[in-house]
């Protein structure tokens, strides 16, 4: 798996890309998700980085077995106050990354609610880690390893990692298990739909259903091969 750039003209940016996903991540306010972004997106981290209103939004290409997909990250207002509002930026996910700060339990408990909303408003087939965020501060921790990954067992998620922002720990391969795990499942999706027999569907059809299937198109995209940060309210 690899990171591609893009080319300049509009023409370019449309054709780069075989496959586009819609990642979101979420959680309570102050865990570290926008510094996770600003990691994996720009190589950036900001001690200083301010709430999330509504949400933000980059993206980056990387090559799945010589196939160019796209993933489009939402970062999603953590604040109880944007929580109407962010349930809309939901829909239509493939993946979501479900953080928390391993050094505030109070964010750990929140979780429930936040895999309630994402479940109520992704895909109903997204794909979900847990992400323990600020692991570089393990000296402060107050939620175990154990406890986490028994939340995965218990809510039936696609794993737990432990990131940091700050020194780019597991921030990659973060991104990348859940990009495979997206990939996997719309692989197996289109097996099923080309092994049908049904003379309303062809297989053409079906191969144009997948490549659309959980994908944001935006009008007017800038160039990837830059910094792409954006607030909406829509």
């Known amino acids: 798996m690899r990171q591609e750039g893009l080319g300049n003209t509009t023409e370019d940016r449309r054709a780069s890309y075989d496959f586009l996903y819609k990642v979101i991540l979420t959680g309570d306010t102050g865990v570290g998700k926008t ?23 980059s993206s980056r290409i990387l090559v799945v077995d010589s196939h160019r997909v796209k993933l489009q990250i939402w970062d999603t207002a953590g604040h109880e106050k944007y929580r109407a509002i962010t349930a809309a930026f939901y829909r239509g ?7 928390f700060d391993i050094t ?3 964010s750990f408990s929140s979780l429930s609610g936040w895999l309630a909303s994402v479940r109520d408003n992704s895909d109903d087939k997204c794909c979900i880690i847990l992400v323990g965020c600020k692991s570089d501060l393990k000296e402060h921790r107050e939620v175990s390893r154990e406890k986490a990954e028994r939340f ?6 696609y794993g737990y990692m432990e990131t940091s922002a700050k020194d780019s720990s597991n921030v990659e391969e973060t991104f990348q298990r859940v990009l495979e795990h997206i990939y996997r499942k719309e692989l197996e999706d289109l097996q099923h739909f080309t ?5 309303d569907e062809s297989p053409a059809h079906d191969d144009e259903r997948f490549r659309q299937s959980g994908s944001v198109q935006l009008d007017g995209e800038r160039n990837d091969s830059q910094a792409k940060k954006s607030t909406c309210w829509c």
Do not use: M, W
Not at 35 to 57: C, H, M, Q, V, W
Not at 93 to 99: I, T
Not at 195 to 199: K, P, Q, V
């Open 35 to 57: 510094n996770l972004l600003s990691r994996y997106s720009r190589d950036e981290f900001n001690p200083n980085s301010k709430a999330t209103i509504g949400a933000e939004f």
């Open 93 to 99: 996910a493939k993946g979501a990354l479900l953080c």
């Open 104 to 106: 505030n339990s109070t």
């Open 152 to 157: 995965v067992k218990e809510h039936q998620l």
């Open 195 to 199: 092994s049908r027999e049904d003379d």
